[in-house]
């Protein structure tokens, strides 16, 4: 059984950053891949960033692009994302979720999901 834990949500201004951590256990962590989604009030659960198994690539929505890094350390079985010139409209809860070995963007091929941490910023 694969465990994801996210961590390092919160409360911050427009224009500031952060970083959210998942923490994985129970699997070969450098097997799956991993992606980030984010559900706000009233919407969909729609995907912010994903990252390969084998760390070579990675791929954004199109409203985060230039602003929000996806990476990974296999060694720490943990995945990041790094987010800078936060939004209001960024405001969401934020999940981490795996799949075996290739990434894709769609939520409903991810298998295992972590709890959520929440990220409010306000403007």
């Known amino acids: 059984q694969v465990q994801l834990v996210e961590s390092g949500g919160g409360l911050v201004q427009a224009g500031d950053s952060l970083r959210l951590s998942c923490a994985a256990s129970?699997?070969?962590?450098?097997?799956?891949?991993m992606g980030w989604f984010r559900q706000a009030p009233g919407k969909e659960r729609e995907f912010v960033a994903a990252?390969?198994?084998?760390?070579?690539?990675?791929y954004y929505a199109d409203s985060v692009k230039g602003r929000f890094t996806i990476s990974r350390d296999n060694a720490k079985n943990t995945v990041y994302l790094q987010m800078s010139s936060l939004k209001p409209e960024d405001t969401a809860i934020y999940y981490c979720?795996?799949?075996?070995?290739?990434?894709?963007?769609?939520?409903?091929?991810?298998?295992?999901w972590g709890q959520g941490t929440q990220v409010t910023v306000s403007s």
């Open positions: 979720a795996a799949r075996f070995f290739v990434a894709t963007t769609t939520a409903q091929e991810y298998k295992y």
């Open positions: 129970g699997h070969t962590f450098s097997n799956y891949a």
């Open positions: 990252q390969s198994q084998s760390n070579s690539r990675r």
